[in-house]
């Protein structure tokens, strides 16, 4: 079982609508959990990082954390053509490990 | 913010040859730097972990005398592919992680990465 699962998609979704990404994790000694943009040919760039159960929003992006479900979703409002990328989940227990990652495209 | 370079961006050589990555914190002490290996479509892959000044840590299935890693001070680190073969090639990101910085996560300072291409 892999430490880290995501839907590898693509995903695609209109311009201005909601995308919603989800992944789930096996270690339940997981503290940490981070949402990472790359886009094609360029490293990692985080964009979010939550550590308790709940909701934590940074502009356009929520992110959500279940650890009774072992569950972090990233939800993108007002999705616009520069989100299309490849968004990584990963989570950190004492090692930090990545999801494969869900390809995002944005429709104009 | 914290920045981390790694030189050069991309690199192609032929299969044998030896290449060297380097990964550099420039305005941070990275005491802790971590080698990832991207293969196309894939996640990133640990391949090590290094701390200054001391023998780097391989993650199990990475060769470690293929794979020679160099951490000889606060700001440098250096991944050697040796006899590199075609089957090597893929994206090579270093992470820095950093002592002291109050209230930033390490998991940020990630290096913009070396693509490797053996021929």
């Known amino acids: 079982q892999k430490e880290v699962e995501q839907n590898s998609g693509p995903l695609s979704v209109p311009e201005g609508a909601i995308a919603s990404l989800n992944c789930t994790y096996s270690?339940?000694?997981?503290?940490?959990f981070f949402w990472y943009r790359q886009y094609s040919g360029k490293s990692p760039e985080l964009i979010m990082s939550i550590y308790s159960n709940g909701d934590k929003e940074d502009g356009r992006f929520t992110a959500q954390l279940n650890k009774a479900s072992q569950y972090v979703s990233l939800l993108i409002r007002d999705s616009q053509p520069s989100d299309s990328a490849t968004y990584l989940c990963a989570t950190r227990a004492n090692n930090l490990f990545f999801g494969t990652g869900t390809r995002l495209t944005v429709i104009p | 913010g914290a920045v981390v370079s790694q030189h050069p961006s991309w690199v192609i050589c032929k299969s044998g040859t030896s290449v060297k990555i380097e990964c550099r914190s420039l305005?941070?002490?990275?005491?802790?730097m971590f080698w990832y290996r991207q293969f196309p479509k894939q996640s990133l892959m640990l391949m090590a972990t290094?701390?200054?000044?001391?023998?780097?840590?391989?993650e199990q299935g990475v060769e470690k005398d293929k794979f020679l890693i160099n951490h000889a001070s606060l700001t440098l680190s250096t991944l050697t592919v040796t006899s590199a073969h075609p089957e090597d090639s893929s994206f090579y990101i270093c992470?820095?992680?950093?002592?002291?910085?109050?209230?930033?996560?390490?998991?940020?300072?990630f290096g913009p990465g070396t693509r490797l291409t053996v021929l």
């Open positions: 305005d941070f002490q990275a005491t802790t």
């Open positions: 270690d339940r000694g997981s503290q940490s």
């Open positions: 290094s701390n200054e000044g001391s023998k780097a840590t391989y």
């Open positions: 992470r820095a992680s950093a002592r002291g910085l109050a209230g930033r996560t390490d998991t940020q300072y």
